[in-house]
């Protein structure tokens, strides 16, 4: 009597997916597909199904287009990004080099390399900074004259940054040759000053000279 009932349930479950198989095919929205291909709605129904995907293929070579111009233009922005960074890293290279190389060639007889190398790094770094001259030449000797306060150095630079305001040329080598050949440790704290000044005042002028020819 069970396995009856049980082949009495399973036909008719059978039966109620058939019924609702056949109500999803008769349903109105089924129109909208033209099953019939000599129906009068399937040209036109074609023909807006081959207008849209002629539409989407046009906008997706527009895209195509449009992402690859896109992407160019990035590309070209990082070059030029790029190649300007390097030109002025290259540029501040150089000329500290050939200012370290001019005031090597003009004070190493009578002053320390590292002096000199570290006034050039100096005046390379602040000479645009927009402080004034005697702002500039004390901050180049600074950092070799540590024990030295800012206004005695003010004091000692007004000659030169009067040259650098003026325009006239000072004689650093008539500074230079007043230390004479003596060793550089044998010279007084007020000597160092005035040679660490008139190297840091002939750095600051040969960055400008530089500056004028570029």
């Avoid at 009597?1 to 089924?30: C, G, I, Y």
């Avoid at 597909?33 to 906008?59: I, K, M, R």
């Avoid at 030029?80 to 005031?103: F, G, R």
């Avoid at 004034?132 to 000692?156: A, I």
Wanted: glycine fraction near 2%.
């Amino acid at each position: 009597m069970a396995k009856k009932n049980s082949s009495k349930t399973s036909h008719s479950l059978r039966s109620q997916v058939d019924l609702e198989l056949l109500e999803a095919l008769l349903e109105p929205d089924d129109a909208t597909y033209p099953w019939n291909p000599a129906d009068e709605q399937s040209e036109n129904y074609f023909a807006q199904l081959e207008q849209q995907f002629q539409l989407e293929n046009v906008l997706d070579e527009e895209l195509t287009a449009r992402s690859q111009i896109f992407y160019n233009r990035l590309d070209r922005l990082w070059s030029n990004n790029l190649n300007s960074v390097y030109y002025k890293c290259n540029t501040k290279n150089s000329v500290l080099a050939n200012l370290q190389k001019n005031l090597q060639a003009d004070f190493a007889a009578n002053v320390p390399q590292d002096w000199i190398t570290a006034i050039a790094q100096k005046a390379a770094e602040i000479f645009n900074s927009g402080q004034s001259k005697g702002e500039q030449l004390v901050r180049c000797v600074q950092s070799v004259l540590p024990n030295w306060g800012t206004d005695d150095l003010l004091v000692m630079a007004r000659p030169f940054a009067y040259a650098m305001r003026s325009g006239e040329q000072q004689n650093v080598n008539s500074v230079v040759e007043n230390v004479g050949n003596r060793e550089w440790t044998n010279l007084s704290e007020i000597e160092k000053a005035k040679v660490s000044l008139a190297v840091a005042y002939h750095a600051l002028h040969e960055l400008n000279h530089f500056q004028k020819e570029t």
